[in-house]
């Protein structure tokens, strides 16, 4: 198995980058950006693999952010499969892998200047995960920073929609911060059994599993409604996943794709565009998110 090249600091990462740039012979090659927090699956896949189709090279990141967590207990058994992820990364044709330290990432402790994502970030996972966002979008701008290239390069990073709030976010941390990156969405993955890729799904007993396919049935169901010009009928989404047994639901919303604010009831009928639901709930003890997009 081809793993492939390991950077732990952004020195060496700048390096390697700069050096796969020029191999390429051209004016302005393209570099793809995949940041991961490991234990990777095949969502993680379909983003390498979005990005080595668009880029001349691609570099994934494996750094899981302590910033991001507010619940210790969740950080402290979040899983790590490095091995196994160098092996995924290397079958989607990665180039290079960028696996910073803790220290490396955050010397001197946790930053004390970081990047504000606003009410939009207050909202849903925001709600239930203070100072998440923050987070996240504090690590995006340092993963943007270490990745920029130092040759002329178009410069492309890659997120998967399945953490829709967490790309409209980073969309408008890239508007609103001039960074100089263009950000790609990729769709959701899910198991056959319709249950849309995680990491933590691993944390699902079979029963548990089982329950939690209730969420991606009710996104259906309103897909269905809004695609065959029904009334979405969200109180009767969201009361199918409340009846589950073992599954607490905590938010279900209908939101504009890009902005995030809610779609009022009264206009939920007749969607004038479209639309996002969003939902999340625990399952077992497991938080779970899921979402998708609806066309009146
Ligand atoms: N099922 C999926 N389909 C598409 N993209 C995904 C999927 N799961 C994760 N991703 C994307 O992979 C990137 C890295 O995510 P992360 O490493 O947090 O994995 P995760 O499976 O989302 O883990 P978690 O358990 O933290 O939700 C993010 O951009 C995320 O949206
Ligand atoms: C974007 C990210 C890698 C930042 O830590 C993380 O939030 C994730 O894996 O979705
Ligand atoms: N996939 C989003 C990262 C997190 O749950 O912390």
Known sequence: MNHPRLATTPAELSKAITELLEATGKDRPALGLVPTMGALHSGHAALAQAARADNDVVVASIFVNPLQFDDPADLARYPRTLEADLDLLGEAGVDVVFAPSEDTMYPGGLPLVRVSSGVMGTRFEGASRPGHFDGVLTVVAKLFHCVQPAVPAVFRAYFGQKDAQQVALIRRMAADLNFPVQIYPVPIVRA?????????????????????????????????????????????????????????????????????????????DVLSGPALALVAARVGGIRLIDNAELHG
């Open 192 to 268: 056959a059994d319709g249950l849309a890729e995680s990491s933590r799904n691993v944390f699902l007993s079979p029963g548990e599993r089982r329950s939690a396919l209730v969420l991606s049935r009710a996104l259906t169901r309103l897909q269905e409604n809004a695609s065959s010009r029904r009334p979405l009928d969200l109180p009767a989404a969201a009361a199918l996943v409340s009846a589950e047994p073992g599954v607490e639901l905590d938010y279900f919303e209908v939101v504009d794709p890009l902005t995030l604010e809610p779609v009022p009831a009264g206009e939920q």
